[in-house]
C-alpha cells in the first residue's frame, strides 16, 4: 500500500486544525487568506495532494464524465472522442471512456457509471435499455444520447437532422436525373439508420421513382459485401444513397474492382463527411454533420444540468450541410 | 446535491455496526455469512451502493488506469482504445482518457492523473519531462510508454522492434531491385521514427544505395503534401519506405493524382498494417505491428506492479511480420 500524506499532517505543519486544511481545497468553503497560505506552505512543503474522492464524499460530486461509445474505429466517433475530451477538460472535467462491444450498453457499465457517481453521461453509438436510463434520473445523473435517439424519447438527444438532410440528398440525386436509385442502410434498428431510410424515400415515393433498400451495418466490411450483393444482382442503380461515409468507401472500393465507374455508371452519397471523404482515393460527396455544434449543444446541456438538475428532455436537431465532390 | 443511500442507513436497518457494511463491501475483510445476508437485504431495499471514492480512501487504491493519447484519429491508435479498454473491463478496470493535444503531456493532465489516484498509466503517442515521470514513481504508480521509448530509458516501454522490421524492408526492396530510395519519415522527435530511420539507413549504406530522408510528421496530409514535395525535384525514387500506413495513403494519393503508377513507377512500403491497409483502394505492403501482443504485454506488465509494485524498467519489444502487398 502506498504511503499517503494525509490532511491531517498538512493541519499539524501549519499549526491549524484539520478541516481548515479542508476548507483551503474544497470549492465554496470559506477560509481567511492568512490560514490559506499557511496550509498551502505546508502542503508543498509535504507533496499534499488533496484527495479527490475525499472531496467527492463530502461534496457528492465528481468532476468525471462516462463517454459510453462502441465503433471509435469509425473516424467520426474518433473525432468526437477527441472534440469531446478537449472541451470537457476546459470545463475541469475528465472522461471515464467506456468500451462496449455490444449494441446494448452492459449492466457492469452502467454500474461503473453509478459507482464513479460520475457528474453526467455521453452515449454515443449504443443503445440503452429503458431501466437502465431510469437508474440514472433517479440519481440526477444528466445523460445525453448523442448521434442516437431512443425511440421511448425520455431523453436528452442531440443529433444532425437526418430526416431533412437525406430529403435532400434524394432531391439533389433526382435533380442530377437519377431513375432508379438503391439505399444502403446503416444498422437496421438504430435511429440515424431508420430517419435516413425515412426521409430519403419520402421523396422517391412522392415523386414515384422506384428504389431498393438493402440492409447493411455502418462498417466499411458491411459497404463492401453489400456493394457486391447489388452487383449479383446485374441491375446497376443509377445512384446510391450510403447512410454513412466509411461504408460508402466500401461500396466505391467494390463497384471499382469490378470495373464500375463513379460518377459516369452510378453516383454515390454518403454521410457524415469524416476527414477521409476529401480524400483523393474517395473524393465523396456527403452530408456534413456538424459535429462541434452537436458537440457544444451536448456540454453545454450537460453543463447546465449538473450546475442545477432539472431532468429536461429534448430531441436537439442540428442541420448539416451538403457537399458536393466527384462522386455524383 | 443528490440525495445518497449511505452505509449508516444500511446498517440502521440491517441492525448491524457500519464497520460491518463496510467489511461487506471492501475486498480482503472478514465477516460473517449471516451478516453479509442482512447486509445485503438491506442495502437492496434502500438502493444502496457502495462509494468506490469512499473504498479507494481506506484502500488507497483506485480501479481507474489512466490512458494518455494524442492521435486518436489515427485508426492504429483508435485501434489500440479499444483492446485497452476491453481488456482493462475484464480484469475490473475503467479507463481515464486523457487526449493530449500536445507532444508532451500538460502538467494539469498529469494533475487528473494523480488526483484520481489511478492505479497505473498507459501513455501512447505522447512525450513526458522526466520530472513528470519521476512524481508517478514517487508515488508507485505503475507507467508504461505503448509504441514509444524515451531516451532516458527510465520507463517501462512497449514497442515493436522497429530497427529490425525497418532493417527488412530495406532488404526486401533492394531484393525487388530498388536502385534509389526515399523515406518519409514520421515525427523526427518519435522514437519509431529515430528506429525505423536507424534500421532502414543503416542497411542502405552498408549496400552503398543512394538513398534520400524527407521528414514528415505521421498523419495522411503530412504524407501528401510531403509526396508532392518529392514530385517537385523530379527525381522518382524507385520505392519509397513512407514511416506509417495513414501517411503512405496521403503519399499514394498525392502520386496517383500526379499520373504515378504503383508499383509500376515506383514501389512503396508503410508501418503498422491498420485495418485500411488490406482496403482495395490502397493494397498497402506494410509491416505488421503485433497490437495485440503489445497490449497483453503492457496490460501484463501494469496488473503485476499494481498487484505488487517494483517499479521494474524494461524496454520490450515484439516482431510483428511483414505483409506483402499491391503496392510493391
Redesign the interface.
Known sequence: ??E?VTAKDVAKLAGVSQSSVSRVYFEGASVSEKTKKRVKEAAEEL?Y??????R??I????K?IG?VMKG??N?FY??A??RF??LF?KHGY??????T?NDEIQQ?DVE?L????VAGVVVTDATMLFSVGEEFK???IPLVFFNRKLSTENFYSVCCNNIDASRSIAKYLLSKGASELVLITGKVDTSTSIEREKGFCEVLDHQKVPYRIYNSDYT?EGGYHTAMTVLKEKRLPSAIFVANDIMA?GV???L??NGVRIPEDTKIVGFDNI??AS????ELTTWEQPIEEMINETVDYLMNEIASYTGLVRDIEVDGKFIERKTT
Do not use: C, H
Open positions: 500500500m502506498r499517503t507533496g495532494r488533496p484527495n479527490v474522492y475525499a467527492s464524499l461534496t457528492n460530486q465528481s468525471i463517454l471509435v474505429q473516424p474518433a473525432q472522442l477527441k475530451s478537449s477538460k475528465s472522461v471515464l471512456f467506456v468500451y462491444n457492469e461503473t453509478l459507482n464513479y457517481n433517479k440519481n440526477n466499411y468507401f466505391i472500393d467494390a471499382r474492382k476527414d477521409m480524400w483523393p482515393a474517395y
